[in-house]
């Protein structure tokens, strides 16, 4: 089938889908003001004529059809840099897609317990691809009491779980949580929250499932509230992408959309292989990040005539210093990519878990240095509206005024922007995100344990101890 235009996305949302935002039901989600920004933002990405962007969004897959790059399976090095060039000019609500590179990463593992499930899905990977159907990573689960186990919760649906097996597919009762752009996409693609035990069958559960199936029910939160002001609001104005509370609510799953349905030995294997891509995600977004942090420190030096000052120099140097090791990690674990039997490249697994734990445990501290470099300011600055009012502009253009070259309105929307991104609506989102995004950092030491090669570290060690590592 062809590409949609953005005109076929906005109609493929009116199926029926249910969706609540701020206690209320809203059955078209299309002409709801709540829902406007993030659905344009969704729709710039079906632009494919767009001649800036609009080639990076496609690519020619092995049936000489044309698709999504989102979709395209990475052979190479060249591959892996394309995809994280079109990451960085592509929304969140088209990048959660990726969880179809989770899937087919494991495919090969999969399909050894059950060939029927690596069938199920290479099929929903081609009938995503092909429709140009855009779909959810669905994995947290409330989890209750994280002392016990999913089997031991005082009520058995705060980890989602197979309710009942029929000849013609399965039926599932829980939730997910922190689910991006649930919903504005088409599939909800479902994956085990972590390992689960062997009497844990039930809880280990994978399968993609349409938005409108009866019982899924989606109540939504974002970063800020519809119609900010661009100017006041840089990042929250463009950024608001909601996040699901998922309910199902006894949902029929048919057996050719079921990925894994009580094979314990697989659980893990799934959630691991999405925290891959996740995390590669996240770290496309903090190379963006770091280096805008960078621009805004030294605008505000400049601006403020401290260009020259030691201490703000060294703080910059410090925003440097971050950026850098973000990029450069990104650009190894590209690099130094691993590969599946099947031939699917994917980031080096230690690098990505290494720089992802790097970026959330010194974000805090980096963000520190802006606040530190913008003052007080960075809060207190004025609206537009009181900049375009004649009577109190006048007093912001005279005491905002540094020096000549420094443009008054110029220094408003840098220090807005800093506002925005680090201390305001889609900062505190932030602030969370740097952390918890593809798992917290226990998540990311589980990995680096996991894949580092600590046999030859500890013969290396005993060698230069001058001890016998063969011992």
Known sequence: MPLKTPEQYVESLRDGRVTYWDGERIDDITTHPRFRMPIDSVKADYRYDDPKYGALRQYQTEDGSVAHRIFQ???????????????????????????????MSVKDAVEKVNPMYGANIERMYRYCRDNDLRAAEVITDPKGDRKRSAAQQDDPDLYLRIVE????????RGAKLHITAASLVHELVVMPTKGMKAEETDYAVSFSIPVNAPGVKIINRSV????????????????????????FDDVFVPWDRVFLAGEVELASKLAQSLGLWERTGGMVEAVR???LFVGL?????????????????NSVAELIAYAEMLRMSLDYACRHY????????FPNTLAINAAKYYYAANYHQTVRYLHDLGGGLVLT????????????????????????GVNV???????????????????????????????????????MRRSYNMDQAKKRALSAAGADASE
């Open 73 to 103: 399976i990475p052979r190479d090095e060249a591959d892996l840099n394309t995809r994280v060039e079109m990451m960085n000019h592509t929304s969140i609500g088209t990048l959660v897609t990726g969880v179809y590179m989770a899937l």
């Open 165 to 172: 097996r029929r000849k013609d597919g399965i039926v599932v």
């Open 224 to 247: 800020a509230g519809p119609d900010l002001n661009p100017f006041d609001y840089p990042a929250s104005s463009h950024h608001g992408m909601p996040e699901g509370f998922v309910v």
């Open 289 to 291: 990040l770091s280096e």
């Open 297 to 313: 420190a030294q605008l505000v030096n400049e601006m403020q005539g401290k260009d020259s000052d030691p201490v703000t120099q």
């Open 338 to 345: 691993e590969k599946t039997p099947s031939g699917m490249v």
């Open 381 to 404: 600055l004025p609206l537009e509206a009181d900049l375009r009012n004649e009577e109190s502009g006048k007093y912001i253009r005279k005491y905002l005024y540094t020096k000549a």
């Open 409 to 447: 309105e110029t220094r408003m929307r840098v220090y807005n922007l800093i506002r925005d991104l680090t201390a305001d609506a889609y900062g505190g989102w932030q602030f969370v995100v740097a952390l918890q995004a593809g798992g917290g950092l226990p998540a990311q030491r589980v990995m």
